[in-house]
């Protein structure tokens, strides 16, 4: 018997192009679920890293019977000659309560000394701690925040780490009256009387949970921003670590504008529609960018006595 040769019919140019176009549609219709998959789960791990903050915070409270403070190295009023303020800022406080004491142990050589002369964070020997990059301090939805920056202020051509997470000033109107915003004067940031939780001078003022007359499941505390809108961002100084509420939820400025202090030291995010919160309860929520100034602002006080509500 003579085998028969099997024939296999090839694809036709035609046929090949339908198929390679049914692909491309496949794929296209797949890549934003993928995407958004992604960005969800960024989501749940940004929420997750701000859980982790509050209750370092919450931590810090309970040693210390107030909240980490930050020593900003202008002295507001009535500050006292001789104490030395050395620029640091509330989240090294936080660093034993984060699984980084050996890195606050090392930040504490630093604690004596006049920023502004040369001394403190600003000793030339604390460079190398100002780049410690923690990934619990970067959203993971903004790549950037974990590049070193140059660009920040009182730090400008020395690298420093960045943080995503910003302390709540309140919605005190900063820069007033270079600022665009509406917001509660007189602008406090560098005065203290703040009707937040965290701004740059609260060494004169320790918060604490009984300042907060609003409730603390009312109340933000921290909230995310994105470093490359804002060159108030170094993750360890004092003025780098605190936004305000009085610009809207996710301001930006297109092109950006880092440098613009008045208008930019805000609140925002790299995730769609909103960004997150954790509020003075521990507990963490994402608002949304089309939420009510009046409400926002609410929000961001401690002593307002208002009526929070969605």
């Not at 984060?98 to 004596?112: N, R």
């Not at 000394?113 to 959203?139: E, S, Y």
Request: proline residues 6%.
């Amino acid at each position: 018997m003579i085998a028969r040769r099997k024939r296999f019919a090839a694809f036709t140019l035609v046929e090949l192009i339908v198929v390679m176009a049914v692909i491309g549609i496949l794929i296209g219709l797949l890549l934003p679920a993928v995407q958004s998959a992604r960005e969800s789960a960024r989501r749940v791990q940004c929420g997750g890293n701000l859980k982790q903050i509050g209750l370092a915070i919450a931590g810090y409270h309970d040693t210390h019977r107030a909240f980490p403070i930050s020593m900003g190295p202008w002295p507001a009023p009535g500050t006292a000659a001789s104490i030395e303020l050395n620029g640091k800022g509330w989240i090294v406080g936080i660093l034993p309560y984060v699984e980084q004491a050996a890195l606050h142990d090392q930040f504490a050589s630093f604690f004596v000394g006049d920023f502004r002369r040369g001394g403190g964070l600003r000793d030339p020997q604390c460079h190398a701690l100002m780049k410690a990059r923690i990934g619990l301090l970067h959203c993971p939805s903004d790549s950037s925040s974990r590049d070193l920056s140059m660009d920040q202020y009182q730090w400008e051509s020395i690298p420093v780490a960045v943080t995503s997470y910003k302390g709540v000033l309140g919605d005190s109107v900063i820069g007033h009256p270079m600022s665009i915003h509406d917001g509660t004067l007189p602008d406090c940031h560098a005065r203290g009387g703040c009707n937040g939780l965290f701004f740059r001078v609260t060494y004169g003022e320790p918060q604490n949970y009984a300042s907060i007359v609003d409730g603390a499941s009312n109340t933000y505390m921290v909230g995310e921003d994105v470093p490359a809108h804002n060159d108030h961002s170094a993750a360890f100084y004092a003025n780098g670590d605190y936004a305000s509420c009085s610009a809207p939820l996710n301001y930006f400025p297109k092109p950006p504008t880092p440098r613009d202090w008045p208008n930019v030291m805000s609140f925002r995010s790299r995730h769609p529609r909103g960004a997150h919160f954790c509020l003075a309860d521990g507990s963490v929520a994402f608002t949304h960018q089309t939420i009510e100034r009046s409400l926002y602002r609410a929000r961001s006080t401690k002593n307002g006595r208002d009526v929070v509500g969605e």
